[in-house]
């Protein structure tokens, strides 16, 4: 007997493209999908390998990957793409692409944060890369913060770039393909809260045959399951304003996705009923709970507000701060709670 869990795995796609090469074309067949070298190994290469074994070089790295490791990725991250990263912090090396998307897909906001109703990720793709996963028991919605590609849900093909949002609905297989020269930088929800070990890596289907292909132009109809935010009409809110992107209308039932703009100042301390997570897409603030500021905010930064607690964003800079917020369950950014007494 084996584990329901268990049964749900399925083999990795380099395998099953390599055996419906074969069974294709037989061993004429040309097959992309997995390396087998026809050369020799650069001699530098193997050299360094037995004086690493002569040297007795045999101990575990430590758990974020050796030094010189990640020393070099500094560098080359440093060279080719102009980003100063600390390789004491911000450097991790996984032993394949499958453990890096599961320990990167739950990085942002989980339960162990105390979230109960949804939460967030944030996920790179490189340039002619592509990762992709399956999870039941969760609706996904993600938006592109940087560069262009693909967001392939079942058999729809979606041409994204920065500023659009997909909604995936809960069991759907989706992939993420970067199709630009840049690397594709994507920021998603899930709600409910579900556990890692019920996220598994995949693939679009293999037969694209029948995929259809979605694009956008300033005349565009949305599809149900991609937005654009050009094409929302932003709803406001005193001097702030937000798009929703995915909600109940597009058929995501349990959370809310929208980008809101918030000028320089500060608004007065709110609750909402909802669990919120808010992202910073552009500006610098600071982020209030109760009377106490509690954290700086800038591109990049997260942060996670129970239900119930009472916060607001100031924007501390001359420019308008962007955020992009998911909040389950799902409603409207404008609900809030009235104070008792």
């Known amino acids: ?30 097959n992309l999908a997995q390396g087998f ?3 020799a190994a650069p001699t530098a290469l193997k050299e360094a390998a037995v004086d690493a074994i002569r040297k007795d070089f045999n101990q575990y790295a430590t758990t974020w990957g050796a030094k010189v490791m990640r020393d070099a990725i500094a560098d080359k991250t440093r060279h080719f793409r102009q980003m100063a990263v600390d390789p ?18 739950l ?25 992709g996963h399956v999870h039941n028991g969760a609706e996904e919605a993600l938006y592109v913060v940087e560069g262009a590609g693909e967001v392939r849900v079942e058999h729809i093909a979606h041409a994204v770039r920065k500023g659009q949002a997909v909604f995936v609905p809960d069991g759907n297989t989706h992939s993420y393909v970067n199709t630009s020269a840049t690397p594709l930088v994507v920021v998603g929800a899930m709600a409910p809260v579900i556990e890692v ?3 598994h890596p995949a693939m679009a289907p293999l037969d694209l045959r029948g995929v259809r292909r979605t694009a956008f132009d ?21 001097e702030r304003s937000f798009r929703v992107l995915v909600s109940p209308q597009v058929g995501c039932l349990g959370m809310t996705l929208f980008t809101g703009i918030i000028p320089t100042g500060r608004a007065p301390l709110h609750a909402h009923p909802h669990e919120e997570i808010v992202y910073i897409l552009a ?14 905010l800038r591109p990049g930064a997260v942060v996670f507000v129970p239900v119930g607690v009472r916060h607001t964003l100031e924007n501390s800079g001359a420019d308008d701060m962007k955020v992009l917020g998911a909040f389950s369950p799902a409603g409207s950014p404008e609900a809030k709670l009235i104070a008792s007494g």
């Open 283 to 296: 500006g610098n603030g600071r982020l209030w709970i109760e009377a106490d500021q509690v954290g700086e």
């Open 107 to 131: 990085a942002l906001v989980d339960r162990q944060l105390g979230a109960e109703h949804l939460m967030a990720y944030k996920l790179t793709v490189d340039p002619d890369s592509a990762a």
């Open 218 to 238: 300033e005349a565009s109809v949305m599809t149900p399951t991609c937005i654009d935010e050009r094409l929302i009409t932003p709803t406001l809110m005193g």
């Open 37 to 39: 070298p026809d050369f």
């Open 197 to 199: 070990d019920d996220i």
């Open 88 to 105: 004491e912090t911000e450097i991790t090396v996984c032993c394949g692409v499958t453990e890096a998307m599961l320990s990167t897909i």
């Open 1 to 30: 007997m084996t584990s329901q869990k268990s049964r749900s795995f399925t083999e990795s796609v380099i395998r099953e493209m390599t055996r419906l090469c074969l069974a294709e074309h037989g061993d004429d067949c040309l």
